[in-house]
């Protein structure tokens, strides 16, 4: 995961100057059309593809998506997406924070610690001690925007070696493209569905499992929301595996890898399956240590 992929510069040609025949029928060219531009050239290497600006990415990869990937394989793009992925995690994460109150979340932490653990009362004050302390606290509101950057970094790098093994050549910011805009969509209804929830129903602050599993999301497409708090934490966290919003990314994240590095379907899907399934083992065996569901 912290492997850093090196991007795979590409030189374009110098741009050609292109002469048109004039119409009236003599054999005298005309001055050099000055109206093609180096994106023209782009495109028409690759065929009828065209190149969208930001804003039409944006709302392209919602609604056409291949002909999305198929510019951003013309002119990767990922800064913007990335930026409103935090914003809005953020948006809702702090609003969270604020309605349900951080003294409460921390409460209902100690106390799920507590039952897993048989924790004596001076060992849970101990512990909401440390985690009330300021710096502590500002560890806590200020993680999330890290760990988009770990996260977007190492999954790039990771699609980039994927390619590479097909036989293919993508660079680094391609494959940073393709999971950025891949995972754009499903947070963004994700999100914009939580926070709905959060105003309309906020959780329990007695109820502690409530509390503490919403904070990274109140809206769960998956058939681990139907556990008790009490089932065991690897069945819940192998059924939280088994997520529509993470369906809708690796569609996304297979149709970005075969339109971006031109790969068969067969191997695109393969790659992304692959590391999904290697997240799922990973996140069983962390859950089966500590002996809380994850996901």
């Known amino acids: 995961m912290l492997y850093t992929g090196r991007c795979l510069r590409q030189t374009l040609a110098p741009e050609p100057t292109l002469l048109t025949l004039q119409t009236d029928g003599s054999n005298n060219m005309s001055e050099p059309n000055t109206n093609y531009t180096p994106s023209d050239l782009r495109a028409g290497a690759d065929g009828d ?8 990415t944006l709302t392209g990869i919602f609604f056409e998506p291949g002909n999305t990937f198929d510019s951003l394989r013309i002119r990767p793009r990922f800064l913007v997406a990335a930026l409103l992925s935090v914003v809005l995690f953020m948006a809702f994460y702090l609003l969270y924070m604020t309605r ?26 101990a512990a909401r001690d440390i ?23 190492a999954g790039a790098a990771i699609y980039l070696l994927g390619v590479m093994a097909m036989g293919k050549q993508i660079s680094y910011k391609q ?34 499992s409530g509390v503490t599993r919403g904070i990274g999301g109140l809206v769960h497409a998956n058939p681990g929301a139907f556990m008790s708090s009490d089932a065991n934490a690897i069945m819940v966290t192998a059924l939280n595996s088994f997520d529509l919003f993470a369906f809708y990314g690796l569609f996304l994240a297979a149709l970005g890898l075969r339109k971006v590095g031109r790969l068969s379907n067969g191997s695109a899907w393969g790659i992304v399956l692959t590391i999904w399934l290697i997240g799922v083992i990973a996140r069983i065996a962390i ?9």
């Not at 593809?49 to 039409?56: F, G, H, I, L, R």
């Not at 979340?105 to 799920?112: G, H, K, L, Q």
């Not at 560890?139 to 770990?150: E, K, W």
């Open 49 to 56: 593809a065209a190149v969208m600006s930001t804003p039409q």
């Open 100 to 125: 349900v109150g951080y003294d409460n979340i921390v409460n209902a932490r100690v106390e799920m610690q507590a039952q897993k653990n048989d924790m004596s009362d001076e060992q849970k004050a």
């Open 131 to 153: 985690q009330l302390k300021p710096f502590v606290k500002a560890i806590t509101y200020a993680s999330p925007p890290i760990g988009f950057v770990i996260v977007f970094a």
């Open 175 to 208: 494959a940073l493209a393709v999971w950025t805009y891949s995972s754009f969509p499903p947070l963004v209804i994700a999100m914009l569905a939580n926070i709905l929830v959060l105003f309309l129903r906020p959780p329990d602050p007695g109820d502690y």
């Open 287 to 295: 859950a089966a240590v500590t002996k809380t569901p994850i996901g």
